[in-house]
């Protein structure tokens, strides 16, 4: 090939080099978020973190503490808010020892629309995502029965997410949430999650598959210990389980909502509790427990993946978030 031809191929090269560059320019992945599971290995648990979704709860819901500490403190921890309110994770988790499957809580399915906090209900979704058929789980303990922790006990055909499972609720709770009676009586803001609460054991308990239990009386699955929480709900109840070579993980449900204050300020107090000086003390409790113990800890409402440990600094205390780690594949 003559000069002169490469010449006349010139301005097509660079412009193919050009085209080349934008391309390589362009970006790298327009994905969505990654599926919302998460994993960790605690002794010999093997801990899946399972996202829900998120819902906002504001901050004249908080009190028992002076507002420009709250407000002080929501600043300090960045916590995302629009004009719905501060956004609070909703989380559940999946605990594998040995073979055995026990599921913390479910999530809230359908039963919560978007006016309380946009796209709920993605438990089901995401422990499939995370390789675990539902009907391999033997066990659904709830720390209590508010509709963001039972009502992914249905699928969104309305039959049982989890055909396989013994379902275990504390006794003080089924007594309370499962008896219509009790509905006349409670605050209006709590009357819908009565029918939702008996919608979603219903097909458990006509099965012979709903357990009620008493926590330090009711033998549990093997490994679990049920620790009275209550204050939340008037049968909270948080569960301990024994990970071995002095490995403890504490999922503790609904003991903490605001994050960024009830950990420095432990006597902040949620206006959904059923009985607010209980809640407190409990939360007081297994703050001290958790650190002293230096135990894992799974929180249903914190930042996800709700995993770490907590710190005690003087009277107050202070989260410490998981680190990212790999952990082998299962055979």
Not at 35 to 55: E, H, K, N, W
Not at 101 to 129: E, F, M, W, Y
Not at 293 to 312: E, N, T
Request: glycine share 10%; hydrophobic share 45%; aromatic share 8%.
């Amino acid at each position: 090939m003559s000069v002169f031809a490469l010449r006349s191929l010139a301005p097509l090269v660079l412009l193919a080099a050009s085209a080349t560059l934008a391309h390589a320019a362009a970006p790298v992945s327009t994905h969505a978020q990654v599926p919302g599971f998460y994993l960790q290995r605690i002794g010999t648990l093997r801990v899946t973190a399972l996202f829900d979704g998120s819902v906002a709860l504001t901050r004249r819901q908080l009190s028992n503490v002076d507002p420009a500490e709250r407000d002080r403190l929501l600043a300090q921890g960045y916590v995302p808010e629009d004009s719905k309110g501060l956004q609070t994770a909703v989380n559940a988790y999946l605990i594998q020892d040995g073979s055995h499957l026990s599921l913390i809580d479910t999530g809230t399915a359908q039963c919560l629309g978007p006016g309380l906090g946009p796209g709920l209900g993605q438990v089901l979704g995401n422990l499939r995502a995370a390789g675990v058929d539902p009907a391999q789980v033997d066990d659904v303990l709830l720390t209590h029965a508010h509709p963001d922790h039972l009502c992914g006990l249905l699928d969104a055909q309305g039959t049982p997410a989890f055909p396989n499972a013994t379902v275990w609720v504390s006794e003080a709770d089924a007594a309370y949430w499962l008896d219509p009676a009790s509905e006349a009586g409670a605050a209006p803001m709590l009357q819908f999650a009565f029918p939702l609460a008996r919608a979603a054991v219903a097909p458990y308990q006509a099965q012979g598959r709903l357990r009620r239990f008493q926590p330090g009386k009711t033998a549990l699955p093997a490994g679990i210990t049920a620790l009275d929480s209550q204050g939340h709900t008037p049968g909270h109840v948080s569960y301990r389980f024994n990970g071995g070579a002095g490995s403890t993980l504490l999922v503790w449900g609904d003991v903490l909502h605001y994050h960024a204050v009830q950990f420095a300020q432990p006597d902040a107090s949620f206006e959904a509790d059923s009985d607010r000086s209980k809640a407190i003390a409990s939360r007081c409790r297994l703050l001290a427990q958790a650190a002293a113990g230096r135990w894992w800890v799974a929180g249903a409402h914190l930042p996800f993946p709700g995993l770490g440990h907590v710190r005690r600094e003087g009277k107050a205390f202070a989260w410490v978030p998981t680190e990212f780690g790999p952990v082998p594949a299962t055979p």
